[in-house]
């Protein structure tokens, strides 16, 4: 863990750099998805926002991709950051958008695809520009309400899971988030530099029939929001925990206008991004202070390793292929926890989480402001709550949830833990009891 002592102003950067890939790369998200790409209907961005106090930096780093990159490509942004700007940790993000290009874990040697190699050295210049461009800055936060989306596991009478693709009627379903979480980060004038908005719907508006790069509703909504807030702002979209949620109009084919019920969705969401930023009042902490840290805890396979095998191969070879080399019978999994100014939290989970773990950790927390971030530093599958991994159906107990049963809610105890070390209310030094 890593604590910076108060003193210095909080200073904050932004750049952006296009990580859009050439055509003909594989896909990420649809098993049923045939063909590469074939275009681009909109480009996918690699946003950054540095964050430094003193001497200690943190750099944001949110992709317009399905996952974040694998270890050694993290670890080769991590050492080119930290040799060009000096920056102390690098947390990347996903948006999950199921229209970008397949990366994985592990590559045969020498066989990582130039477009990763050079998204990498893109995103590495445009840390250093935001750290180069780093100003005094304040920070604020509010709250909305936005409906784009639906539980897409529907539990029957007889406690079977069926799955809830589309939602074209709007109708209700149970849990889902509908909470929009904003972090506005401004000049010391008071101009805003960036937008976070903190929200969780898998980007699944286009489906498997989509063959164009798109960062599907997340973009959409980016835009609206920079639109609205004059062009100045970069808009970042942080995805929260949406294992079990899709938007309304998931997969919706081409020829039933896509780009339509894609853009529908985003400006739904963005106007009220938008809305909560426009009314959001930042301050500057006379006490800045940056505390973050990222932790590995153990976790085991939850299958026995050959049936697992099996369970992957029914869903297609390619999807074996791309996730059968990384099969092991324990990880090292990051959870990382930020904390800024003693008062905004946020916690990493490098998978798909279930959305209940984002209202458990906010319900939880001990600062107001907790921001719950999926798809970060890593990809593992799904993690369930216990609960829906006894009920089963997709994401709970079949071959996209590998890790064992209750990992995801050690995750969020131990980010817990660490925003009270943070906030210097656990120590490793035992207190005086009073006894009467």
């Known amino acids: 863990m890593t604590t910076l002592i108060a003193g210095a102003a909080l200073k904050a950067g932004v750049a952006k750099a296009d990580i859009t890939p050439p055509v003909g790369q594989r896909m990420w ?5 045939g063909s590469p790409a074939t275009g681009t209907l909109d480009p996918l961005w690699a946003r950054v926002l540095v964050l430094e106090v003193g001497e200690k930096r943190l750099a944001l780093v949110a992709l317009d991709l399905g996952r974040p990159f ?4 993290l670890e080769r942004l991590r050492e080119g950051a ?5 920056i102390s940790y690098v947390l990347v993000v996903a948006s999950h958008t199921h229209s970008g290009p397949v990366i994985k874990d592990e590559y045969p040697p020498g066989s990582t695809p130039p477009w990763e190699s050079i998204a990498i050295e893109k995103i590495v210049r445009a840390i250093d520009a935001a750290h180069e461009h780093a100003a005094e800055a304040r920070l604020g936060t509010g709250y909305g309400l936005a409906y784009i989306g639906h539980n897409r596991r529907r539990v029957n009478a007889d406690g079977t899971i ?3 693709d589309r939602n074209l009627t709007r109708i209700p379903t149970s849990p ?18 960036a937008i976070l908005v903190n929200y969780a719907c898998h980007p699944v508006v286009l489906g498997a029939d989509n063959l164009n790069y798109s960062a599907d509703f997340p973009g959409v909504m980016a835009r609206t929001v920079e639109q609205a807030l004059g062009g100045q702002p970069v808009c970042f979209f942080l995805q929260g925990a949406p294992a079990d949620i899709n938007p309304y109009y998931a997969v919706t084919p081409f020829e039933e206008d896509a780009s339509r019920w894609r853009d529908w969705t985003g400006e739904r969401l963005g106007h009220e991004a938008a809305r909560v930023a426009k009314g959001v009042q930042t301050q500057s902490d006379s006490e800045a202070s940056l505390d973050f840290a990222e932790d590995a805890i153990t976790f085991h396979l939850r299958w026995q390793p050959e049936k697992f095998r099996a369970a992957l191969r029914r869903f297609g070879e390619v999807f074996f292929e791309d996730f059968a080399p990384t099969i092991r019978e324990e990880w090292q999994l990051p959870v990382a926890t930020v904390l800024l100014n003693k008062r905004i939290a946020f916690m990493t989970v490098p998978g798909e989480a279930f959305v209940e773990f984002q209202i458990n950790w906010r319900d939880r927390c001990p600062v107001r402001d907790a921001f719950f971030l999926g798809y970060a530093n890593g990809y593992c599958g799904y993690f369930p709550t216990i609960q829906a991994a006894a009920e089963g159906g997709y994401g709970g107990a ?3 949830a590998w890790v064992e049963v209750g990992a995801g809610e050690r995750m969020v105890d131990h980010a817990l833990v660490r925003i009270y070390q943070m906030l210097g209310r656990l120590t490793n030094t035992p207190q005086e009891a009073e006894y009467e």
Not at 29 to 33: D, L, N, V
Not at 70 to 73: E, I
């Open 82 to 86: 930290k040799k060009s700007s000096g």
């Open 398 to 400: 079949d071959a996209t």
């Open 176 to 193: 889902v988030d509908p909470t929009v979480s904003v972090l506005r980060v401004d000049t010391s004038e008071g101009q805003p530099l």
């Open 70 to 73: 694998g270890p050694a490509s």
């Open 29 to 33: 998200g649809f098993a049923a998805r």
């Open 162 to 164: 069926t799955w809830f």
